[in-house]
């Protein structure tokens, strides 16, 4: 079993810049393709990034294409969300999770952390 805990999560000005980490707590850490989701109120969790075990695959939705860049650190049992150029509209709880497939599909993680909240004020 693998515990996930978000952190890097506030409130920052449109055209800002966050860094969200999340640790991963167990040895099995690079054996997990890893995603950071995003949930805004009344919205359905969909998918921000994906990265896969060694970091060669990556996938994003195409509203963060370019801003944000999924990263990992697996000596550090840590995968980080850099998001860049914040838009209020990426207001929502950011969620990390763990699975073994790349993909959008949130039902296909199995491990999920507690969440982070990103407030982005125009």
């Known amino acids: 079993q693998v515990q996930l805990v978000e952190s890097g999560g506030g409130l920052v000005q449109a055209g800002g810049s966050l860094r969200l980490s999340c640790a991963a707590s167990?040895?099995?850490?690079?054996?997990?393709?890893m995603g950071w989701f995003h949930q805004g109120p009344g919205k359905e969790r969909d998918i921000v990034a994906a990265i896969s075990r060694r970091g060669g695959d990556t996938l994003y939705a195409d509203s963060v294409k370019g801003r944000f860049t999924i990263s990992r650190d697996n000596a550090k049992n840590t995968v980080y969300l850099q998001m860049n150029s914040l838009k209020p509209e990426d207001t929502a709880v950011y969620y990390c999770?763990?699975?073994?497939?790349?993909?959008?599909?949130?039902?296909?993680?199995?491990?999920w952390g507690q969440g982070t909240q990103v407030t982005v004020s125009s």
């Open positions: 167990g040895r099995t850490f690079s054996s997990y393709v």
């Open positions: 999770a763990a699975g073994m497939v790349v993909t959008a599909t949130s039902g296909a993680y199995m491990y």
